[in-house]
């Protein structure tokens, strides 16, 4: 059996920080790519970051960009996203995901191509 789970969420106010997990059970994440994704009430789930299993090449959306920053553990298979200056439109559960290595691309995969998710964690930002 394959498992991803999330960790690290809360409530924290504007401006402040967050750092979320994602660990994996039966894998290896070194081997895989891995996605962050959200999804707020009422809205479709959205990438957000994501970290290439070849070179570890960092993505992510304008959204988030310079302020947030994934990052991979090899040695405590685990992979980060931190969450810096948050703001309340980052109030989401949020959902780590891997991929299956393929052909080499440019940018992060679609939702639909990861195989592996997590049970998300949710993050709340509000004052």
């Known amino acids: 059996q394959v498992q991803l789970v999330e960790s690290g969420g809360g409530l924290v106010q504007p401006g402040g920080s967050l750092r979320l997990s994602c660990a994996a059970s039966e894998f290896t994440l070194e081997y895989y790519g891995i996605g962050w994704f959200r999804q707020a009430p009422g809205t479709e789930r959205e990438g957000v970051s994501c970290?290439?299993?070849?070179?570890?090449?960092?993505y992510y959306a304008d959204s988030v960009k310079g302020r947030f920053t994934i990052s991979r553990d090899n040695a405590k298979n685990t992979v980060y996203l931190q969450m810096n200056n948050l703001r309340p439109e980052d109030t989401a559960v949020y959902y780590c995901a891997a991929k299956i290595p393929g052909p080499i691309r440019v940018g992060c995969p679609k939702e639909y191509e990861y195989d592996y998710w997590g049970q998300g964690t949710q993050v709340t930002v509000s004052s």
């Open positions: 970290i290439s299993s070849r070179d570890g090449s960092p």
